[in-house]
T-cell receptor, first 113, second 113 residues
């Protein structure tokens, strides 16, 4: 089944404790991206990747890192999480870019205390 | 900067009625427009993708129209069912900026049995 998977689905952590949210897709998609969704603000892009070893900032990259060492995986790293990063995070992929149909993962609900 | 607006933020309709959801965007220079569905606590599912050269797309009970010159799109859902209850998001891909979609904040729909 074609899908985007994220882990963990739920995470409660404390300020400053490094964490990684994994994202994997099995559709051989070149384009992957991370969004955060907050009440009243909608979906905002954090980072995106056009292909392996090619990443770039989205609208709200501060406090986040990403890497794309393999085509299927695009982890989101929070090296020193803060409470304002409490949010619902989505990973998405598409065949070749934002112009194609986007496939979203199920989301990761992160709470930073 | 592209701004996407969806009004109303929430609406309720009785089962069987046709649903009409509106999306407006500020810059008509777009590549495409996508409609997504989001169920509570879940990821986004792409419903329809309309290229800038198209006027409408149809899938089953769903029909989406695009009027690029006026910056508007409408999603029609015929003969609504309780299972259509969800949040519907509109997203626009524009040929500038960091290769990303601009999302509206969504229409939260409740279909009353």
């Amino acid at each position: 089944e074609a899908q985007v998977t994220q882990n963990p689905r739920y995470l409660i952590t404390v300020t400053g404790k490094k964490l990684t949210v994994t994202c994997s897709q099995n559709m051989n998609h070149e384009y992957m991206s991370w969004y955060r969704q907050d009440p009243g603000l909608g979906l905002r892009q954090i980072y995106y990747s056009m292909n392996v070893e090619v990443t770039d900032k989205g609208d709200v990259p501060e406090g986040y890192k990403v890497s794309r060492k393999e085509k299927r995986n695009f982890p989101l790293i929070l090296e020193s999480p803060s409470p304002n990063q409490t949010s619902l995070y989505f990973c998405a992929s598409s065949s070749s870019g934002s112009a194609d149909t986007q496939y979203f993962g199920p989301g990761t609900r992160l709470t930073v205390l | 900067k592209q701004e996407v607006t969806q009004i109303p933020a929430a609406l309720s309709v009785p089962e069987g009625e046709n649903l009409v959801l509106n999306c407006s965007f500020t810059d008509s220079a777009i590549y495409n427009l996508q409609w997504f569905r989001q169920d509570p606590g879940k990821g986004l599912t792409s419903l329809l993708l309309i290229q800038s050269s198209q006027r409408e797309q149809t899938s089953g009970r769903l029909n989406a129209s695009l009027d690029k010159s006026s910056g508007r799109s409408t999603l029609y859902i015929a003969a609504s069912q309780p299972g259509d209850s969800a949040t519907y998001l509109c997203a626009v891909f524009s040929p500038y900026g960091n290769n990303r979609l601009a999302f509206g904040k969504g229409n939260q729909v409740v279909v009353i049995p």
